[in-house]
């Protein structure tokens, strides 16, 4: 099985800046493409940021300029600067197409989720 473990998360002030960690740990041969998605209150869960095992990275509009993604093999990470409080939410790490060792097939997998709230 595969695990994604978050860290990073917590308050800030608005204009500050977090960093965002989500580690992949399993069986793992390889993983297409890593991001970070979010959840305010309300039912939809919205796209922040993913980048592939390539390197190519693709934005939410809302976030452009101001997010960073990044990863290591498997471990994924977001820089958080400008933050404002409409980016409060539970932001949550997905591992996409994931193929374990031996495996015939590919799957997603998701964290946990991590808190950020932007307030003053």
């Known amino acids: 099985q595969v695990q994604l473990v978050e860290s990073g998360g917590g308050l800030v002030q608005p204009g500050g800046s977090l960093r965002l960690s989500c580690a992949a740990s399993?069986?793992?041969?390889?993983?297409?493409?890593m991001g970070w998605y979010r959840q305010a209150p309300g039912p939809q869960r919205e796209l922040v940021a993913a980048i592939t095992s390539g390197g190519n990275t693709n934005y939410a509009d809302s976030v452009k300029g101001r997010f960073t993604i990044s990863r290591d093999k498997n471990t994924v990470y977001l820089q958080m600067n400008g933050l404002k409080p409409e980016d409060t939410a539970v932001y949550y790490c997905?591992?996409?197409?994931?193929?374990?060792?031996?495996?015939?097939?590919?799957?997603?997998?998701w964290g946990k989720g991590t808190l950020v709230t932007v307030s003053s």
């Open positions: 997905n591992a996409a197409r994931v193929r374990l060792f031996g495996g015939a097939y590919d799957s997603d997998y």
């Open positions: 399993g069986s793992i041969f390889s993983i297409n493409a």
